[in-house]
């Protein structure tokens, strides 16, 4: 997110916050505010070592959320600085017991939907292959979220699914949230009967 005022905003509704470092993404960032209430996480794609703990220290990141081929080892270093998330694109015929050589390596896997390029489509993927999902390490819920999936994700089960990942479902452009609408999907998904 670029408009800080938003942050603020979102801050008090999310448990964490994004924050993109991947140069060819139209959300890319290249400062961040500090944050008082949520985790500041910074999204990479295929980055080295020293690029992400050049942005840890810049920002203060409290996690990093990695989205290409990043090996286990380099997870492994920078879970020793920072919680690590690491992104798996899904579709039909994803093999689940590839992510078990990360288990021991990050705190949370991202399911989002496959796609040929890097970041967000915007479409959801069948969520009923999460039940292939048999692993340790929890996980958050990716792709396609919008407003009118509210009670498909309230009735989402599985042992190990952690949260959601908001994000194109609720923008204006790009790095331009809808806090109106985030205000009353999270409403809608917490307070229900």
Request: glycine share 6%; hydrophobic share 35%; proline share 4%.
């Amino acid at each position: 997110m670029r408009n800080f005022k938003q942050v603020k905003e979102v801050e008090l509704l999310a448990d964490f916050v994004g924050f993109i470092f991947h140069q060819n993404s139209k959300r890319f960032v290249n400062k961040t505010p500090k944050l008082k209430f949520a985790e500041k996480v910074g999204v990479f794609v295929n980055p080295t070592f020293q690029e992400v703990q050049r942005h840890i220290a810049i920002h203060s990141l409290d996690v990093v959320q990695l989205h290409g081929q990043e090996s286990p080892e380099l997870c492994s270093f920078l879970r020793e600085k920072v919680k690590v998330i690491k992104v798996f694109g899904v579709d039909k015929t994803f093999n689940f017991k590839s992510t078990t050589r990360y288990d021991s390596f990050v705190d949370f896997f991202l399911f989002d939907t496959k796609t040929p390029l890097y970041g967000g489509s915007g479409r959801q993927y069948d969520w009923s292959v999460l039940s292939n999902y048999l692993g340790d390490t929890p996980f958050f819920l990716s792709g396609g979220i919008r407003p009118s999936l509210v009670n498909t994700i309230r009735n989402f089960k599985h042992s190990k699914f952690r949260g959601i990942d908001l994000n194109s479902g609720f923008e204006h452009s790009p790095s331009d949230k809808n806090i109106d609408k985030l205000k009353e999907f999270i409403e809608q998904l917490t307070n229900h009967e």
